[in-house]
């Protein structure tokens, strides 16, 4: 289960469900990047694109290839810098912090489902293509079932 974890882990981190996060600064707070600080000041509007974070080459090596022992091992120690559910992986959902509150259920699913699928079928093929607005597709192409369960 650790590799399916880390497989789930990956597909979100590299695609995020919802690459865009916006919202008003509640205090005044201080943005840092590897390279600047941004001061932002209460009431300001702030906006996010999650892809920028989890596609850092400085923190991920490979960042725009999917690797799907990433998190594996020492490879948890990046998880904090997975922010597909509009807060960091490692951190738990608040009313006070906006993460989305059913990111642990969004998991589950998603490892049930990858189990599910890899019980189900021995062999299957696809055809991928980055669509032109957000996300990419992924189109079944031949699946053949599985001989014993």
Not at 26 to 53: C, L, T, W
Not at 122 to 134: G, H, M, S
Not at 138 to 145: D, E, P, Q
């Amino acid at each position: 289960m650790i590799l399916t974890k880390s497989v789930v882990f990956e597909a979100l981190r590299i695609e995020p469900p919802v690459p865009f996060q916006y919202g008003k600064a509640r205090e005044n707070i201080v943005v840092h990047s590897h390279d600047a600080a941004f001061e932002i000041k209460k009431g300001e509007m702030i906006f996010g694109y999650q892809p920028f974070a989890t596609k850092d080459p400085r923190i991920f090596n490979d960042a725009e290839e999917f690797v799907g022992n990433r998190f594996v091992g020492d490879g948890e120690k990046l998880l904090k810098y997975v922010y597909w559910s509009n807060g960091r992986e490692t951190e738990d959902p608040t009313a006070e912090n906006k993460q989305c509150p059913g990111k642990d259920l969004v998991l589950l699913v998603s490892r049930v489902f990858l189990v599910e699928f890899f019980l189900r079928y021995d062999t299957f093929t696809v055809e991928t293509a980055k669509a032109l607005a957000l996300g990419s597709t992924v189109t079944f192409t031949s699946l053949i079932k599985a001989t014993t369960i």
